[in-house]
């Protein structure tokens, strides 16, 4: 049930949107620019309170939210020490393996992020976003700003990776691949499942 305006609109861009994720849950969401896909995503991931209704997460939930702004990066560091974090002195076998996989290999691991391309710095930010190891995660519009390659490898990953993704996303063909349901945001404040699911 619920429901969003953003201040001085004149129509609730959500309005009574009842939506519930399990794990294993595949979501695309689809529709117009406007139609507030990006702000349903930011509902989910806590980062917006719904002015009706109620949202509810599971004590367990561990949200993962790579959005179209991408995390602030010190460039001062080499991209291993990004993905150690602050806790660990080095990135464990797990972490090495995910930057292999997302292409950061070999010398790319000792980089500068000062020195990583436009294209490097995002499919670091989506990185960063994976080692988290969260059990929820929200892509918005990754395929606006990430390479083929890393796309491919980003549907790789969630082949058989376990939990519930929910991505924004015009591309029909990464949406195919990813999601199993979509729902379709209106415009008018109502969301509706188009594949998939009941309304």
């Known amino acids: 049930g619920v429901g969003f305006s953003w201040p001085g609109a004149s129509a609730p861009v959500l309005s ?4 519930m994720l399990e794990p294993g849950d595949r979501v695309g969401l689809v529709g117009a ?3 507030g896909k990006s702000t349903l995503l930011d509902l989910v991931a806590g980062r917006l309170e719904p002015d009706t209704g109620r949202i509810d997460r599971g004590v367990t939930v561990k949200i993962g939210y790579y959005d ?3 995390m602030t990066l010190d460039d ?3 991209v291993r020490e990004a993905v150690a974090g602050p806790t660990k002195p080095a990135p464990t076998l797990e972490d090495v393996k995910l930057m292999e996989r997302f292409w950061f290999d070999g010398d790319a691991q000792f980089a500068p992020i000062g020195t990583l391309s436009g294209g490097e710095r995002r499919r670091l930010q989506l990185l960063l976003t994976l080692v988290e190891q969260p059990n929820v995660l929200l892509l918005d519009e990754p395929t606006n700003d990430l390479d083929l390659d890393t796309l491919r490898a980003l549907e790789d990953f969630l082949d058989d990776w376990p939990g519930i993704v929910v991505v924004v996303s015009h591309d029909r063909s990464f949406l195919d691949r990813v999601t199993d349901e979509l729902l379709a945001l209106d415009g008018s404040g109502g969301a509706n499942w188009i594949r998939g699911g009941v309304a």
């Open 16 to 19: 009574g949107v009842s939506l």
């Open 33 to 35: 620019n406007g139609a």
């Open 68 to 70: 179209q702004f991408g």
């Open 76 to 78: 001062s560091q080499r």
